[in-house]
């Protein structure tokens, strides 16, 4: 075994808590150092991840634009 190479990034999360048609989401934004989103996830309220499915990614783009208008973007 070998080591090719080694990195390290600051990575600052972001969490929502949201009620979402009765259910409670969680929605975390994962940003490097320059702010930019570079991954997020969506959870229900057990803190199971919702998979990208159809479903899935129709309500994380709903909560995108979400997020983004209360914050301005």
Do not use: P, W
Not at 16 to 40: M, Q, S
């Amino acid at each position: 075994m070998k080591l090719i190479s080694s990195s390290e990034s600051t990575v600052i999360t972001k969490t929502f808590e949201i009620d979402y048609n009765g259910r409670k989401i969680v929605y975390i934004e994962y940003l490097n150092e320059k702010g930019k989103i570079i991954d997020c996830t969506l959870r229900n309220e057990d803190g199971e991840e919702i998979a990208a499915s159809d479903t899935g990614a129709s309500i994380l783009e709903e909560i995108q634009e979400f997020i983004d208008k209360i914050e301005g973007n």
